[in-house]
């Protein structure tokens, strides 16, 4: 398939008058093989006529894409943009306003108001950033542009079958660049795995239903492996000489023995007992911070695959908690 990178590939000389006719049919028989993909898939063709009404090539997701900044910030500084007194205030503030439906919430799931509140504040700051990006035409012109095809088609797909089965309207399915949806941020695999109509009015709105939001964070970290009662780690200090060889959040052995090796709370007392699994590590080598993290550090990743995001998650809920 000639895809909008091959195009811009051509030299300008054979290409550039024709380039945008050439791509504007790339992309109509991408979408008619989705179609066709996704009529195959139980979609009907009314689902399929909205969700494609007006969709065309979105420059400014291809831009987004392209221009992604090497990620090279130290955790020092990711922590110092990300962690501040008026995101933790504000935090403070929605768990004030949902503490009714938060303890509902962790009645079903088992899962802590902190953790939830933490990806719910970097994820969307609380609902009120969740991208204007329409999903459907951003994961289509990802798909067909080509860098990750695959991985685009098919959560194409799958926002094909959300649509379908009428959980939202293409006009209000918005989100990312890159098609991660609502106050969650769930791209629409993720929806369709953990995606939960808490609210109970037979739709899952992550888009604007705080009940389905909330169930569904907390959905996705218990189908995570999110053990209950328990905590994600917490920060530590280390004795001099400590080798930093020896962090890495997969060199886990019981708290006791990192605790005979000399590292200490760096503020109040251990979070788990003395044969809980748990591993140091040091985001910033040896000259920054540390932290031990237990088995729940490990639900947030699958959240989010960064040690960053998780250790960001777990400070943030427990500065709001």
Known sequence: ???????????????????????????????????ADARRAGISSATLD????GVAPNQKVLE???????FTMTWARYRTLLLTDQRIA?????????????????ERFAVAPGVITGIWGLESSFGTTTGDFRVVEALATLGWEGRRASFFRGELMAA???????????????????GAMGQPQFMPTSYLRYAVDFEGNGRRDIWTSRPDVLGSIANYLAKSGWRPGESWGQQV???????PQWAGRDNKKPLADWAREGIRPAYGPWRGTA???????????AQGEAFVVFANFGAIRRYNPSDY?????????????
Do not use: C, H
Request: proline content about 7%; charged content about 20%; aromatic content about 6%.
């Open 64 to 70: 987004r894409d392209r221009k992604q900044p090497e």
């Open 237 to 243: 200090t280390v004795p001099p000489g400590f080798d």
């Open 160 to 178: 094909l079958k959300i649509l379908n089965a009428g959980d939202i309207s293409p006009a209000r399915m918005t989100g990312s660049y890159a």
């Open 1 to 35: 398939m000639l895809t909008r990178r091959l195009l811009l590939a051509a030299t300008p000389v054979t290409a550039l008058a024709a380039s945008r006719a050439d791509a504007a049919d790339s992309f109509q028989g991408f979408l008619a093989s989705v179609r």
């Open 275 to 285: 044969q809980t699994p748990a591993a140091v590590v040091m985001p910033d080598g």
């Open 50 to 53: 909205a969700a494609f009404a």
């Open 309 to 321: 995001y998780a250790l960001l998650v777990g400070l943030l809920g427990d500065a709001i908690t």
């Open 90 to 106: 504000n935090g403070r503030a929605a768990v004030a306003a949902n503490r009714p439906l938060l303890e509902r919430v962790q």
